[in-house]
């Protein structure tokens, strides 16, 4: 009898410990539950552990780019600049990036169970640039994939989409501001300021040469026409974690007063790296805590995204918003009055994220701009090497701020 229950014992002990070790949970990739065919993903040591080839696919990983080394237990996955190595029963992954390598150490080594292969699913998504959630309450792991958001930018303009995914290793800026007050026209004033950017870029380092010229009637133009920084050159060099600066005219080593300055990414003014893609950005630009995500979440950011996008109009190949409000730009979750603050990979961006932070410190965000003017309307125009943006801010005192940016690739 004592043999009897020991055994009836030990039974309930496995099946306790077997719904511990693999408890069954649904995965969620930007709205859609994935069909894992005839497996499920599953909790093995508190991770959310799934099938591998079905969730490179998802997440945009060709089957050609996807290599399983059966002698070695060893998956390989490729995309673009990533490449992600995994090995069963080893808690150590390698992950490489722009040629840079590094290894992680894994919650849940990779399993084969039931002849499926598993692998940690937060590990892959974040590896490839995706958010990840957890909602407990209906036991499901959700991925917000941005991509998706720069796909629909390509649905409503092709132009746009093509010129925002161009590299480029020259690059010609002119941006102009015109202030306007209609009250008094003694105040009206012109900011002018034009670049030419050159990058060059192997695995370990980007250098970029930057002629930047300032002009105009305002008075921060006059104060730098006056300091002498009207026509500054410099080199920068950006590697994974800092770069360095190097001013190559008189006036702009008087600011910096030494030969050479190195800024560490955390300490700049900035969200994201120098290296983030466009979908990356967007990501950055939303104010989502990870531990609030859940089932309805990529629901409300493309409802959220749709209704920005639906602002735009089509107009003789112009994109254009008419007159709307600036709270506008500040939705619940996409936060656009962010994007003077984020870093990502585009000359542009990187040339006036130095010159903004660092150098001139501007006091005005676009945040305290929009408060301030709080109506805009905006028109971009695009061809395959050129962006035009033009932007008008204004308020209710008569006061309007103009902006024409010109963008050649």
């Keep these: 009898m004592k043999k009897i229950l020991l055994f009836f014992i030990s039974i309930v002990s496995l099946l306790i410990m077997s719904s511990v070790y693999a408890a069954e949970v649904e995965v969620q990739v930007n709205g859609t539950i994935i069909d894992f065919d005839d497996t499920t993903a599953q909790i093995i040591n508190n991770r959310t552990m799934v099938p591998f080839r079905k969730i490179f696919n998802e997440l945009g990983v060709a089957n050609e780019d996807i290599t399983w080394n059966g002698e070695s237990k060893t998956i390989i996955a490729k995309k673009k600049n990533i490449e992600i190595e995994l090995q069963i029963g080893n808690n150590v992954a390698s992950k490489k990036e722009n040629g840079n390598s590094s290894d992680i150490i894994l919650d849940s080594a990779p399993v084969i169970k039931n002849d499926r292969t598993l692998v940690p699913l937060r590990f892959i998504a974040e590896s490839l640039g995706k958010t990840v959630g957890w909602d407990a309450a209906n036991k499901t792991a959700v991925i917000i994939d941005f991509d998706y958001f720069l796909n629909l930018v390509n649905n409503k303009s092709n132009s746009l989409y093509q010129f925002l995914t161009k590299n480029s290793s020259n690059m010609n800026v002119s941006i102009t501001r015109n202030y306007i007050d209609g009250d008094d026209n003694t105040k009206n004033n012109t900011a002018i300021v034009t670049a030419n950017i050159v990058e060059n870029k192997n695995e370990k380092v980007l250098n970029q040469n930057v002629r930047v010229k300032f002009s105009g009637t305002n008075e921060l133009m006059k104060e730098i026409a006056t300091e002498g920084w009207a026509d500054i050159q410099y080199e920068n060099n950006y590697y994974d974690d800092y770069f360095t600066t190097k001013a190559l005219t008189d006036g702009l080593k008087k600011v910096?007063?030494?030969?050479?300055?190195?800024?560490?990414?955390?300490?700049?003014?900035?969200?994201?790296?120098?290296?983030?893609?466009?979908?990356?950005?967007?990501?950055?630009?939303?104010?989502?805590?990870?531990?609030?995500?859940?089932?309805?979440?990529?629901?409300?950011?493309?409802?959220?995204?749709?209704?920005?996008?639906?602002?735009?109009?089509?107009?003789?190949?112009f994109l254009t918003t008419g007159n709307i409000s600036s709270e506008f730009l500040k939705l619940k979750y996409f936060d656009f009055t962010k994007l003077d603050n984020v870093l990502y990979d585009s000359p542009l961006n990187r040339v006036y994220s130095?010159?903004?932070?660092?150098?001139?410190?501007?006091?005005?965000?676009?945040?305290?701009?929009?408060?301030?003017?709080?109506?805009?309307?905006?028109?971009?125009?695009?061809?395959?090497?050129?962006?035009?943006?033009?932007?008008?801010?204004?308020?209710?005192?008569?006061?309007?701020?103009?902006?024409?940016?010109?963008?050649?690739?």
């Design 256 to 317: 910096y007063a030494q030969e050479q300055l190195k800024f560490m990414y955390d300490g700049l003014k900035c969200e994201g790296k120098n290296s983030d893609s466009i979908s990356e950005l967007l990501n950055n630009i939303c104010d989502i805590d990870e531990k609030s995500i859940n089932t309805e979440t990529f629901k409300t950011l493309k409802e959220e995204f749709d209704t920005l996008l639906n602002s735009f109009k089509n107009a003789n190949g």
């Design 354 to 409: 130095l010159l903004n932070t660092q150098i001139f410190n501007f006091d005005v965000t676009l945040e305290e701009l929009c408060y301030d003017y709080p109506k805009v309307n905006l028109t971009i125009n695009t061809s395959d090497s050129e962006l035009t943006i033009e932007f008008i801010l204004s308020n209710e005192y008569h006061e309007k701020v103009e902006y024409r940016i010109v963008i050649n690739k």
